[in-house]
C-alpha cells in the first residue's frame, strides 16, 4: 500500500512544531562575583550589550560590558539575593518595563513595582526602557507653551511643549519647587506627569508625593522613586524608565506628557559608580569617556512629534545641582549644551527674599516667543530687557553715584517689576492673572503703589477683578490675546480698584 504523502507532511510538521515549544533558546551563565549591584559573569558567551538578564529567585539585570573571558553586569532590584555560583539566564530581549494608563497616581521604582503600598500593577503593555531618539523629520517645531503658572517663567522663559528646559542652581534654592509648581499647572490641561527622583532622601520624596496628592495633582502624574538607599543600577536607570513611561503615552496615545528629572547630577554620580566598579577606564573628574552621551541619549528622546506620527509631544525638565554656582564644570555644562535653554536660579536672590530666585541675566529660553501666547508676547515684550537695564542701574547706583530722573525712574519701576514677579510656591496663576499682573506693571499703573505693598495689591485687584469683572480673565484665557480695547477697560479698572482702596 503507497503512504499518503499529504498525511506524512502533516505529522513531520507537528512534530516539529512540538519540538519548538519545548526548546530552550536561552543560554546558562554562573555569577563568578557579585557586589555593589555589580555581578560578573562567566559562560555567557553569546549575550549581547544591553541584554536583559535573569538571575536566581526571577532578579533582573542587564549586560554592560562584555570582555574576553567574562562579562560585566548591573543588577535590577535587591542585588542581595544574587550570590556567586547563582545560574543566569540570557533573555534575547532589551530591558522593558509595563507601561499603561494604569500607573497614573501611582508611586514605582524604576521597575514599575508599587511602592505606595497599592496592589500590584498590572499593565496593559511592555515599552523597552531605552528606545530611539525621533529622527529630525518625525519632529515638528516647538509652537505650543506649556505654562508653568510662574509669573516670571512664562514672562521671561516660556517653555513649549516638546522642549527641554534645564532648571540649575545651588541646593537650597527652589529647584524642585519650580518643577512641582509646572506639574500642578498642568490640572485640567491635558498633559501626563512623570516626576522622577533619583537618589533623593526618603523623606524628599515622601513630601513630594503628598503635594502632589494634596493639589490633585496625582490623577495625572506618576512618581518614579529611588531613594538615596537604592543601589546605584537602580538610581541609573530611573530616568530612562520615566521617559519610556513617558513615551508610552506619546507615542501609542499621542498624548503631551511632561518628565521631571530630579536630578541629573546624582544621575551622573550613580552612573560614575557603577562604572568604576566595573572597571571602566575614568575621565575628568572620574566620570567615564560616555558620561556625555549618557545624558544626551536621554534628553533627545524629548521632542514634539510630526503630525505623520499623530502628534504628543515630550517636555523635559532636567534639574542639575550646582556647587558654589559653578555652572561651567563638568555636568552643568554637558546638560547646558544639550537642553533648549536654562533656568537658573540664585542663591544671593533666594536669600534675599526674590523667590522664585530666577538669575534673568543668565537664564535663556532658545525656543523663545513661539512658545508664548500673543497676550503674554504683547506685554512681556520688553520686561527681560528692561530687568536687565534695571540691574546695571543698580549696581552704578550702589556705588553713590546720583542719578539723573530717567535713571531714577527706571530704578522705581524695576524696583516695583521685581516685586510683581515674586509669587509664593504652590500657586499658579492662569494666563489670563499672569497677563493682567504684567500689563499693570509694566504699563506705569503701579508707579504710585509703595514697593513693598506692590505684589498685595495685585493679588487684591486680581481677587476684585474675579468678582467684579471676571469676563476680562476669562476673554484673554480664551483667546490668549490682549486687544487694545481690551487693555483700555483694565487701565479702567486699576484706577476704579485704587480709588476704592485709598
Same mark, same amino acid.
Not at 491635558?190 to 526618603?202: E, F, L
Not at 536654562?342 to 536669600?351: A, E, M, V
Given at each position: 500500500?503507497?503512504?499518503?504523502?499529504?498525511?506524512?507532511?502533516?505529522?513531520?510538521?507537528?512534530?516539529?512544531?512540538?519540538? =519548538?515549544?519545548?526548546? &530552550?533558546?536561552?543560554?546558562?551563565?554562573?555569577?563568578?562575583?557579585?557586589?555593589?549591584?555589580?555581578?560578573?559573569?562567566?559562560?555567557?558567551?553569546? *549575550?549581547?550589550?544591553g541584554e536583559m538578564l535573569l538571575f536566581e529567585n526571577n532578579v533582573k539585570g542587564e549586560v554592560f560590558n562584555l570582555e574576553e573571558e567574562s562579562i560585566g553586569a548591573v543588577i535590577y532590584g535587591d542585588y542581595t539575593k544574587v550570590k556567586?555560583?547563582?545560574?543566569?539566564?540570557?533573555?534575547?530581549?532589551?530591558?522593558?518595563?509595563? *507601561?499603561?494608563?494604569?500607573?497614573?497616581?501611582?508611586?514605582?521604582?524604576?521597575?514599575?513595582?508599587?511602592?505606595?503600598?497599592?496592589?500590584?500593577?498590572?499593565?496593559?503593555?511592555?515599552?523597552?526602557?531605552?528606545?530611539?531618539?525621533?529622527?529630525?523629520?518625525?519632529?515638528?517645531?516647538?509652537?505650543?507653551?506649556?505654562?508653568?503658572? $510662574? =509669573?516670571?517663567?512664562?514672562?521671561?522663559?516660556?517653555?513649549?511643549?516638546?522642549?527641554?528646559?534645564?532648571?540649575?542652581? &545651588?541646593?537650597?534654592?527652589?529647584?524642585?519647587? $519650580?518643577?512641582?509648581?509646572?506639574?500642578?499647572?498642568? =490640572?485640567?490641561?491635558?498633559?501626563?506627569?512623570?516626576?522622577?527622583? $533619583?537618589?533623593?532622601?526618603?523623606?524628599?520624596?515622601?513630601?513630594?508625593?503628598?503635594?502632589?496628592?494634596?493639589?490633585?495633582?496625582?490623577?495625572?502624574?506618576?512618581?518614579?522613586?529611588?531613594?538615596?538607599?537604592?543601589?546605584?543600577?537602580?538610581?541609573?536607570?530611573?530616568?530612562?524608565?520615566?521617559?519610556?513611561?513617558?513615551?508610552?503615552?506619546?507615542?501609542?496615545?499621542?498624548?503631551?506628557?511632561?518628565?521631571?528629572?530630579?536630578?541629573?547630577?546624582?544621575?551622573?554620580?550613580?552612573?560614575?559608580?557603577?562604572?568604576?566598579?566595573?572597571?571602566?577606564?575614568?575621565?575628568?573628574?572620574?566620570?567615564?569617556?560616555?558620561?556625555?552621551?549618557?545624558?544626551?541619549?536621554?534628553?533627545?528622546?524629548?521632542?514634539?512629534?510630526?503630525?505623520?506620527?499623530?502628534?504628543?509631544?515630550?517636555?523635559?525638565?532636567?534639574?542639575?545641582?550646582?556647587?558654589?554656582?559653578?555652572?561651567?564644570?563638568?555636568?552643568?555644562?554637558?546638560?547646558?549644551?544639550?537642553?533648549?535653554?536654562?533656568?537658573?536660579?540664585?542663591?544671593?536672590?533666594?536669600?534675599?527674599?526674590?523667590?522664585?530666585?530666577?538669575?534673568?541675566?543668565?537664564?535663556?529660553?532658545?525656543?523663545?516667543?513661539?512658545?508664548?501666547?500673543?497676550?503674554?508676547?504683547?506685554?512681556?515684550?520688553?520686561?527681560?530687557?528692561?530687568?536687565? *537695564?534695571?540691574?546695571?542701574?543698580?549696581?552704578?547706583?550702589?556705588?553713590?553715584?546720583?542719578?539723573?530722573?530717567?535713571?531714577?525712574?527706571?530704578?522705581?519701576?524695576?524696583?516695583?517689576?521685581?516685586?510683581?514677579?515674586?509669587?509664593?510656591?504652590?500657586?499658579p496663576l492662569t494666563v489670563g492673572e499672569q497677563v493682567i499682573t504684567i500689563f499693570a506693571g509694566s504699563s506705569g499703573l503701579l508707579d504710585d503703589v509703595p514697593v513693598e505693598a506692590v505684589n498685595k495689591f495685585a493679588d487684591s485687584f486680581?481677587?476684585?477683578?474675579?468678582?467684579?469683572?471676571?469676563?476680562?480673565?476669562?476673554?484673554?484665557?480664551?483667546?490668549?490675546?490682549?486687544?487694545?480695547?481690551? *487693555?483700555?477697560?483694565?487701565?479702567?479698572?486699576?484706577?476704579?480698584?485704587?480709588?476704592?482702596?485709598?
Amino acid at each position: 500500500m503507497k503512504p499518503d504523502i499529504t498525511e506524512l507532511s502533516n505529522i513531520l510538521k507537528e512534530e516539529i512544531g512540538r519540538y =519548538k515549544n519545548k526548546l &530552550d533558546t536561552s543560554t546558562v551563565g554562573r555569577v563568578v562575583e557579585v557586589g555593589d549591584g555589580v555581578a560578573r559573569i562567566y559562560g555567557l558567551k553569546d *549575550a549581547m550589550a544591553g541584554e536583559m538578564l535573569l538571575f536566581e529567585n526571577n532578579v533582573k539585570g542587564e549586560v554592560f560590558n562584555l570582555e574576553e573571558e567574562s562579562i560585566g553586569a548591573v543588577i535590577y532590584g535587591d542585588y542581595t539575593k544574587v550570590k556567586e555560583g547563582s545560574d543566569v539566564y540570557t533573555t534575547g530581549q532589551l530591558l522593558s518595563i509595563p *507601561a499603561g494608563y494604569e500607573l497614573l497616581g501611582r508611586v514605582i521604582n524604576p521597575l514599575c513595582e508599587a511602592l505606595d503600598g497599592g496592589p500590584p500593577i498590572k499593565a496593559s503593555s511592555i515599552r523597552p526602557v531605552e528606545s530611539d531618539a525621533p529622527g529630525v523629520a518625525q519632529r515638528r517645531p516647538v509652537s505650543k507653551p506649556l505654562q508653568t503658572g $510662574i =509669573k516670571s517663567i512664562d514672562s521671561m522663559i516660556p517653555i513649549g511643549r516638546g522642549q527641554r528646559e534645564l532648571i540649575i542652581g &545651588d541646593r537650597k534654592t527652589g529647584k524642585t519647587a $519650580i518643577a512641582l509648581d509646572a506639574i500642578i499647572n498642568q =490640572k485640567d490641561k491635558d498633559v501626563i506627569c512623570i516626576y522622577i527622583a $533619583i537618589g533623593q532622601k526618603d523623606s524628599t520624596i515622601a513630601e513630594v508625593i503628598e503635594t502632589l496628592r494634596k493639589h490633585g495633582a496625582m490623577e495625572y502624574a506618576t512618581v518614579v522613586a529611588t531613594s538615596a538607599a537604592d543601589s546605584a543600577s537602580m538610581q541609573y536607570i530611573a530616568p530612562y524608565a520615566g521617559c519610556a513611561l513617558a513615551e508610552y503615552f506619546m507615542y501609542e496615545h499621542h498624548r503631551d506628557t511632561l518628565c521631571v528629572y530630579d536630578d541629573l547630577s546624582k544621575h551622573a554620580v550613580a552612573y560614575r559608580q557603577l562604572s568604576l566598579v566595573l572597571r571602566r577606564p575614568p575621565g575628568r573628574e572620574a566620570y567615564p569617556g560616555d558620561i556625555f552621551y549618557l545624558h544626551s541619549r536621554l534628553l533627545e528622546r524629548s521632542a514634539c512629534l510630526s503630525e505623520q506620527l499623530g502628534g504628543g509631544s515630550l517636555t523635559a525638565l532636567p534639574i542639575v545641582e550646582t556647587l558654589e554656582e559653578q555652572i561651567s564644570s563638568y555636568i552643568p555644562t554637558n546638560v547646558i549644551s544639550i537642553t533648549d535653554g536654562q533656568i537658573y536660579l540664585k542663591r544671593d536672590l533666594f536669600l534675599s527674599g526674590i523667590r522664585p530666585a530666577v538669575d534673568v541675566g543668565i537664564s535663556v529660553s532658545r525656543v523663545g516667543g513661539n512658545a508664548q501666547v500673543e497676550a503674554m508676547k504683547k506685554v512681556a515684550a520688553k520686561l527681560r530687557l528692561d530687568l536687565a *537695564a534695571y540691574n546695571e542701574l543698580l549696581d552704578f547706583s550702589r556705588l553713590g553715584t546720583e542719578l539723573d530722573p530717567a535713571a531714577q525712574a527706571q530704578i522705581d519701576r524695576g524696583n516695583r517689576m521685581v516685586e510683581l514677579l515674586k509669587q509664593p510656591q504652590f500657586s499658579p496663576l492662569t494666563v489670563g492673572e499672569q497677563v493682567i499682573t504684567i500689563f499693570a506693571g509694566s504699563s506705569g499703573l503701579l508707579d504710585d503703589v509703595p514697593v513693598e505693598a506692590v505684589n498685595k495689591f495685585a493679588d487684591s485687584f486680581l481677587q476684585w477683578l474675579s468678582k467684579e469683572h471676571a469676563e476680562y480673565i476669562r476673554e484673554i484665557n480664551q483667546t490668549l490675546k490682549l486687544t487694545d480695547n481690551l *487693555a483700555g477697560k483694565l487701565t479702567e479698572a486699576i484706577k476704579t480698584f485704587k480709588t476704592l482702596n485709598k
